[in-house]
């Protein structure tokens, strides 16, 4: 599974959607990927905001914008 495979999953994951099998994936791939993991602590604080947030009514394109930001962070690191 490749880095960016796995941005996926960890979106279903904080949306609720992942099975017990997505699950998996992606603690084998933590286990292999330091960066994935450290993002996904990222990731999992920022969904806790924004999610927080969401009740203010954060605009849709900002929720975007953290998310590009993360990609981006993942591109980076692998390169
Ligand atoms: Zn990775």
């Known amino acids: 599974m490749t880095c960016c495979e796995l941005l996926d999953l960890i979106?279903?994951?904080?949306?609720?959607?992942?099975?017990?099998e997505a699950i998996r994936d992606l603690e084998d791939h933590?286990?292999?990927c330091s960066s994935?993991?450290?993002?996904f602590?990222?990731?999992?604080?920022?969904?806790?905001i924004c999610r927080k947030l969401s009740k203010i009514?954060?605009?849709?394109?900002v929720q975007n914008?953290?998310?590009?930001f993360l990609k981006d962070s993942i591109n980076k690191s692998n390169t």
Request: some cysteine.
């Open 65 to 68: 914008r953290v998310h590009i």
């Open 36 to 39: 994935c993991a450290a993002l």
């Open 11 to 20: 979106c279903d994951y904080t949306d609720g959607y992942s099975g017990p």
């Open 41 to 48: 602590n990222t990731y999992k604080k920022t969904s806790h």
């Open 30 to 32: 933590f286990k292999v």
């Open 57 to 61: 009514n954060i605009p849709e394109e």
